[in-house]
């Protein structure tokens, strides 16, 4: 257990520098107010998507351990047994960094949003305290701070099973602002929105599932599970992240604008760049079932432990480029 610890660190690494690239290679890198104006500044300005991956990472490594405690590690009569316990302290760990870090996102977005520094923000509390994103920032750091707290004290499958539902609750509220903003009067907005959730509850189901097979329950009988959840999260996410990525690049007005704008704009760009490396995390997940899993089977865990770190650092990057995605024009 103690190899898989550097995975984390590793991961979020990975993903900050793919999107440091890719905000730069899609026109969405931060930039310096015009002259005459004052602006949050630079340092502030790249805290808002650095702050977002931490804090992504974070809740994905709190969904997966809830996750493995509710479907692959025993809890005879419905008592956690070490190990899933283990597993709930992690979990509360995750949510509260996932916590503090939205609270800086908090910040840092309204002070962004604003064009102020991040000095004047106190005079202006009332106008922030009125944004959308921060409103529902705000949301992500109750429930996420909420949740650490409820992880913390989980000792059944039932209160893990709430502990799931509260960390679903805690990633949907951001996901309601930008570009999947909810316009109910309009169908598409309606639909994009509807997309985007699904598609980052299968993502953190994948990806931190994979992490909590690999860090608690690399059983053949949980990764067996895993594989077969895991397709259809692939399958789930490959349907709407194309059908997001289509109505944001207006292909609803006439068909070709998802494959033209891929190579026609920095946004299109890192639409193709996601879609790749999905492309690449399906075939390692083909890998798994016709190579590591029979190996598994026979009682040998390294090639599964290889490919599945591999995995775990092509959807760190992918992570990466989803939150450039959600910051680029």
Known sequence: MTRTRWIIPGMVAAGIVVMVLALFAGGGAPKRAPAGLLGAGLGVSWAVPVLRIVADGAAVVTGGAVLAVVLFLPAPEGKLGATALRACQDAAMAAGIWAVASIGGLIATATVILGIPLSHLAEHATPAGQLTQVRALAAAVVLSAVLAVVLSGVKTRRGARVAGVLTIAALIGPLLTGHGAIDR??????????????????????????GAVLRYARSRQSVELFSMLALVCAATMGITGLLTAEIHLDGRDGGWGLITQWVTTGYGALVLGKTLAFA????IGRQHRQSTLPRLATGDPVAFRQLAVLELLVMAGTIGLAVALSRTP
């Open 185 to 210: 009067t309009n169908l598409w907005s309606v639909l994009a929105t509807t997309s985007l959730v699904v598609h980052v509850v299968a993502a953190t189901v994948w990806v931190g599932g994979l």
């Open 280 to 283: 690449t995390l399906v075939f």
